[in-house]
């Protein structure tokens, strides 16, 4: 392994666990740290305060750095930061998903023409090793599917919904409680955080940019006590799915939203805090890698396995390795979500009526829709009915234009959720 | 990527499968296949017959061939060509797990000597990526446990048992039936194939040369379907389970055998022919890797993954990345198995006679062995009972004392089975 000499910029959870971690591993030398209160007291045994600048340029512009390792997240400073540290032929680790699914493109570039690399195993999935078997164990295969769950915080809060019957806000009160989730949990509840990793994910996987600003987005804040209580009669759980598939014609489908998972499929199976990615490729079939998608430890051995699969390549050659390159001069086309295709969980509330069935399954049918269930859930005190329809494969766009007829029945006086399924 | 000149070493499903998914990577040329049978008729598109070889000495000997894809399997002639093939300087990729468990010390010695590498993804669990990573990006952690299913052909029989409620005879012969057991199953069925993996994997997880010679193992012919039963009533599938530790002291404890797993765990999920892996280590704590761990496509990906980086590798550099080269010099000190400490279930076969708990629960006692669950499972046409029990945390030299002792007794006729078990 060659010696190198690291810069840290943040040092937060992830930060402080890398270089703890960093501390069994001499030939990696931390040469700075860069955080935004140079004075705040930090509990570690042994530390050299003297390690501590509150000026990051420090480490970006330092000739005897070699490796920059960036755990601060945010696109601002970090962005300019490491644009900076790239130009002055400095290798990148990074664990900021958010950067990466916005800048990317452009620090790829900027890297590729400096020939430096950009690793970044801990963007995706905390601790869980994806990108780089992607990169090199994997790379017979081309990788058609992705199915995955990306964020810990939505996952912990869904199953604790499942388990305990709770409402959407008391299991995120909760979660706050446990540290879970943040005190403003919009990133994680709304499917941003899985939305910037499933867009990097789904660049190295499908070998072409994928664009944040075309994944459709949806978050776990809709669920109600009734959804998961319909889902798991009907032999499901809901989770937030992260998924992309290449379609027949080459476009790309890439989005996150709540999902009915069959109980058989194994991401059913996934609980709490836990990430898993199913990954489908040919010749390899179906993989799923299972772990924890965040926590200092955990996101430390994504990080400083990036440091030391760097400083093995650099002993070997001065130029970094073809396979930890990952510009992308393709761009996807992504297809827009009404022209997804899916089977559907639709929640309808009914006049209680002997015909609301008929109605709904009218207006499917003229809609090219095939209803596979079709349940009713109780009756209400204002006298309406909780009708529940799971429909075969159908077109997003066909559904919408559907739901919209519904609503102007007479009989039908809401559709409460549309949530996608996956068998 | 390094163009290079692959000979290969047997011609079967997973060398048929190599073939194919190498047509499209024009920078791996296939000089040579060597086959037992030149003459035998093989149904590929556009094969070159004239690739075909009888004797695998004009692949080990061909100065032109950089790469020796050996996937013939068995120890001999495959050790010698092997020897020869680095002797002359040639990189080796290998899915033969039979050669590494028994022979690997020898030839990863004298690849170290030559400077050659050699990979063999496809001999732990096909498709599952895994050993790549634990030397990469995975190499910050200190592994301290693999538990595993590592052999598809017994979780297909178990699965069944579980499923339909076969034995164990009528399970084996529907799998011989449909490809999924060969017609000597004794590899699979006896627990051969399950701990050639788990020694390979253990080494390379623990960094210290772990003896096949030492790995307790034990098969799945002994399990009946009252045990399945019995395991379902209490919360747990039967499952043949390859698992290692570091234990406290530093010795190792690497053992094949079947275990009651919770139903709870991941590893209880996993049905039919699909393996996986959970791994245990600091500072990424439990990731579990799951896929198809046979057949041509999966094992292809492995074989094919592995001459990829080796081909990125040496297009970076002559030597080969220090990371791949996997020699060590340490013999890890296993323990035997009555040096373990496991649950145990215990079905026990007494007569139908009230004292017979009693005398279970003494014995037990005596022995420093804790009773977690004691359970009295319907009395036979013999008047005798079947009684199961469950311990708590017990070393296995006290359990087989105390089952000695047990069969002294008047009262217990039988140890109808013994099992560990793995919450």
């Known amino acids: 392994m060659k010696n190198l000499k690291a810069g840290i910029i943040g040092f937060g959870t992830v930060g402080t666990g890398v270089y703890k971690v960093l501390q069994s591993f001499k030939e990696i030398e931390i040469k700075k740290i ?41 696109i601002n400073p970090a962005f300019d930061l490491l644009k900076t540290a790239i130009k002055n032929g400095k290798h990148i680790i990074t664990a900021n998903k958010e950067l990466l699914a916005k800048k990317g493109e452009e620090l790829f570039r900027l890297a590729k023409e400096k020939n430096v690399v950009i690793l970044y195993e801990a963007a995706v999935a905390g601790g869980i090793p994806i990108i780089m078997p992607i990169k090199t164990i994997l790379s017979a295969n081309k990788i058609t599917k992705i199915a995955a769950i990306l964020n810990g915080t939505t996952n912990y809060i869904l199953t604790k919904m499942h ?70 009669e009907l032999g ?8 992309g598939q290449v379609l027949e014609n080459g476009k790309i489908d890439v989005r996150v939203h709540p999902m009915l998972v069959s109980k058989k499929h194994l991401l059913a199976k996934i609980d709490n805090a836990t990430n898993s990615i199913m990954l489908t490729g040919y010749p390899v079939g179906d993989l799923i890698f299972t772990g924890a998608g965040a926590g200092a430890e955990p996101t430390a051995s994504s990080v400083v396995g990036d440091i030391l ?37 639709i929640s309808i509330n009914a006049s209680n009526n002997p015909g609301a069935i008929g109605i709904i399954g009218t207006i499917c049918g003229r809609n090219n829709i095939n209803i596979s269930t079709i349940m009713q859930n109780g009756i209400k005190e204002d006298n309406t009915a909780e009708i529940v329809v799971i429909t075969e494969i159908s077109k997003e766009s066909d559904i919408q234009k559907a739901l919209k007829e519904m609503l102007e029945s007479d009989c039908i006086k809401n559709i409460d959720n549309l949530l996608r399924v996956m068998n």
């Open 309 to 345: 699969v760097l400083a093995s390549e650099l002993e070997a050659s001065d130029k970094p390795l073809p396979q930890t390159i990952c510009h992308h001069d393709k761009n996807a086309v992504q297809i827009e979500i009404g022209d997804t295709y899916n089977e559907y969980y």
């Open 163 to 232: 388990e305990q019957g709770l409402s959407y806000e008391v299991a995120l009160k909760q979660a706050q409680e446990l540290g879970y989730a943040e005190t403003d949990p919009t990133g994680d509840v709304e499917g941003f955080d899985a939305a910037y990793k499933i867009s990097v994910l789904s660049t190295i996987s499908f070998n072409q940019r994928v664009s944040i600003d075309k994944i459709y987005r949806e978050g776990i804040t809709k669920i109600k006590p009734q959804d998961i209580k319909s889902a798991k």
């Open 34 to 74: 860069a955080v935004k209160n140079i004075n705040k007291k930090r509990n570690i045994e042994g530390f050299n305060q003297n390690l501590l600048t509150d000026n990051a340029e420090e480490i970006v512009n330092n000739p005897e750095i070699d490796v920059v390792v960036e755990v601060a997240g945010g």
């Open 236 to 243: 499901y759980r809901i989770k937030l799915i992260a998924m």
